[in-house]
Nanobody, 130 residues
């Protein structure tokens, strides 16, 4: 059974940090690009960041310099370190995976909902207060 288990969400004040983790199982981790999308209240879901098996990363302009994505292949886990959080980062964050890494380029760089993802995890809420 394919599973993407997201964890690490919570509530912080602006300027604070959170670390999201996505634990993958049920598929060959190295064959997939994994990352994060988010959906804020009243807004469409958008790509945030991704990492491919060759180490290629993508970041939305709104998070560059503040968020860092990393992968631990031994643990089949992808993490998103989020620093200098802003109220506009408040959203439900979803972990997703696709065998076509270019789908992440589309989702993150064009801020679209990730229609090409193969697998989805349940969301984790991130709330940043001002």
């Amino acid at each position: 059974e394919v599973q993407l288990q997201a964890s690490g969400g919570g509530s912080v004040q602006a300027g604070g940090s959170l670390r999201l983790s996505c634990a993958a199982s049920g598929f060959t981790f190295d064959d997939y690009a994994i990352g994060w999308l988010r959906q804020a209240p009243g807004k469409e879901r958008e790509g945030v960041s991704s990492i491919s098996s060759d180490g290629t990363t993508h970041y939305a302009d709104s998070v560059k310099g503040r968020f860092t994505i990393s992968s631990d292949n031994a643990k089949n886990t992808v993490s998103l370190q989020m620093n200098s959080l802003k109220p506009e980062d408040t959203a439900v964050y979803y972990c997703a995976a696709t065998a076509l890494s270019e789908e992440w380029a589309i989702a993150v760089l064009t801020r679209t909902p990730g229609y090409g993802m193969d697998y989805w995890g349940k969301g984790t809420q991130v709330t940043v207060s001002s």
